[in-house]
């Protein structure tokens, strides 16, 4: 039945605590998905290493060495729209097998990737990783709010994300412990010959191997559990929306007119620029703040995801009780004011304001995800492949500073992500006073 109205995020939050946030008989299928939240928070921070590990290892510049988080971050933006049709066509259960198999298939391309030893081997292999990552979110995010009550489907997108920070230390600690100590120290490559130059790549590049085949084994492993797990009939997000006429030309259409929808593509840009920002430069405000080492730096960073993991728990609880859109409010200008603090205090307290930040992030992701795709009705799939696009914040914004802490000091460089925090402080006021979404048909 077309026409129907929804609630909005705050009148189904009233009631949330009363409905179950997982479906009757989905319980297996949510933890399973759950791993794709863990897996691909480890493949995007065991790849963030990668830019110094392969400038090491193939004496490049630093620009030819970020082409790591070129080729990650545009394979999010370049795959996720495919993603779409894949869950148009063929659903979203199809839609995570397809990621998750194409990003098995990346993690075992380090294997001949280690044998060519050449740095455009490894991009190609880490491209086909962010290709699957991208599919699988893009899949698997509005997915999980289809498994149960749509009155608890943003909460339970955050429990799902909660795991994702999860994956991330986990990458980070597989880096650090696994990859970078067996770097030889550097030499002068100069001075080799051919085959002592060869020998140490060699061994370079098996490091680097290894944690990623682990990664391909692990993926191989989640998807066997989907593929065999048999889930109860869907219901889809907004199950009064049925089929929409004019074809996909309708369903993008339908994105245009959504301001709701239209605005919180901006702000998810702005809100995964913020992110990325934070953690890329926290490690050189620490040198400049507290004269530290990038081993001290890289510890801040590692409290700071601990940071992270704890707040994604904690949101979770509370936006069953409190409307997120306020929370999400108040976050985003307290981190306003934690970078704003940060640039005018280069030290101990403005390296704490920084680490602070993360659990101002924790619920940014998943909640402006859920509330921009309230009311699309049959355009929630590409909905849902334009908010995965917009996370090519990562890779713009993050050059933009770059040039601040070049032409400045770190700490001046954060007036970048306090901009894209209040940003995304406008998007939740947006929401607070805006009517409640309507599902299209």
């Known amino acids: 039945?077309?026409?129907?109205?929804?609630?909005?995020?705050?009148?189904?939050?009233?009631?949330?605590?009363?409905?179950?946030?997982?479906?009757?008989?989905?319980?297996?299928?949510?933890?399973?998905?759950?791993?794709?939240?863990?897996?691909?928070?480890?493949?995007?921070?065991?790849?963030?290493?990668?830019?110094?590990?392969?400038?090491?290892?193939?004496?490049?510049?630093?620009?030819?060495?970020?082409?790591?988080?070129?080729?990650?971050?545009?394979?999010?933006?370049?795959?996720?729209?495919?993603?779409?049709?894949?869950?148009?066509r063929f659903g979203y259960k199809v839609g995570i097998l397809t990621g998750l198999g194409l990003a098995a298939v990346g993690a075992f391309a380090f294997y001949p990737a280690s044998r060519i030893m050449t740095y455009e081997?490894?991009?190609?292999?880490?491209?086909?990783?962010?290709a699957g990552c991208s599919i699988l979110e893009t899949s698997a995010n509005p997915y999980v709010l289809s498994l149960g009550p749509e009155k608890t489907a943003t909460r339970r997108l955050n429990f799902a994300q909660a795991f994702n920070p999860v994956g991330t230390n986990i990458g980070v600690l597989l880096a650090s412990t696994?990859?970078?100590?067996?770097?030889?120290?550097?030499?002068?490559?100069?001075?080799?010959?051919?085959?002592?130059l060869h020998t140490i790549r060699a061994g370079e590049l098996g490091a680097v191997m290894g944690p990623y085949l682990g990664l391909g084994f692990v993926?191989?492993?989640?998807?066997?559990?989907?593929?065999?797990?048999?889930?109860?009939?869907?219901?889809?997000?907004?199950?009064?929306?049925?089929?929409?006429?004019?074809?996909?030309?309708?369903?993008?259409?339908?994105?245009?007119?959504?301001?709701r929808y239209r605005y919180g593509v901006v702000a998810q840009f702005f809100n995964v620029a913020a992110q990325v920002c934070t953690w890329t430069y926290l490690i050189q405000y620490v040198q400049?703040?507290?004269?530290?080492?990038?081993?001290?730096?890289g510890a801040y960073l590692q409290v700071s995801l601990v940071v992270f993991l704890i707040s994604r728990f904690v949101m979770t609880w509370l936006i069953g009780r409190i409307r997120p859109t306020k929370i999400l409010t108040a976050l985003a200008f307290l981190a306003v004011l934690l970078c704003a603090f940060a640039m005018v205090s280069p030290n101990r307290a403005g390296v704490c304001a920084l680490v602070a930040v993360s659990f101002c992030l924790s619920l940014m992701f998943p909640t402006i995800y859920g509330v921009a795709l309230e009311g699309l009705g049959p355009a929630t799939k590409f909905g849902a492949a334009g908010l995965v696009m917009a996370i090519v914040g990562g890779a713009i914004m993050p050059l933009v500073q770059g040039k601040l802490v070049d032409s400045t000091s770190a700490a001046i460089s954060f007036v970048v992500p306090a901009v894209c925090f209040a940003l995304v402080g406008l998007y939740a006021l947006y929401d607070l006073t805006a009517r409640p979404a309507v599902s299209k048909a």
């Open 1 to 88: 039945m077309a026409g129907v109205a929804t609630t909005s995020a705050a009148g189904r939050n009233d009631q949330a605590g009363r409905e179950p946030m997982i479906g009757r008989g989905m319980i297996l299928l949510f933890i399973a998905l759950i791993g794709c939240f863990t897996a691909w928070g480890v493949a995007a921070d065991l790849t963030t290493p990668m830019v110094a590990g392969f400038k090491r290892i193939f004496d490049m510049t630093t620009f030819q060495a970020s082409l790591v988080q070129l080729a990650y971050f545009g394979a999010y933006f370049l795959l996720a729209l495919p993603a779409a049709f894949i869950n148009q």
């Open 121 to 130: 081997a490894f991009l190609v292999a880490l491209f086909a990783i962010a």
């Open 178 to 196: 696994l990859i970078l100590p067996k770097l030889a120290d550097p030499v002068d490559i100069g001075s080799l010959s051919p085959a002592e």
């Open 219 to 259: 993926l191989l492993l989640i998807a066997v559990a989907i593929a065999s797990q048999k889930a109860p009939p869907i219901v889809e997000e907004f199950p009064d929306a049925g089929p929409a006429d004019g074809g996909t030309g309708s369903l993008f259409q339908v994105l245009w007119r959504s301001k």
């Open 288 to 297: 400049q703040a507290l004269g530290g080492s990038l081993q001290k730096g």
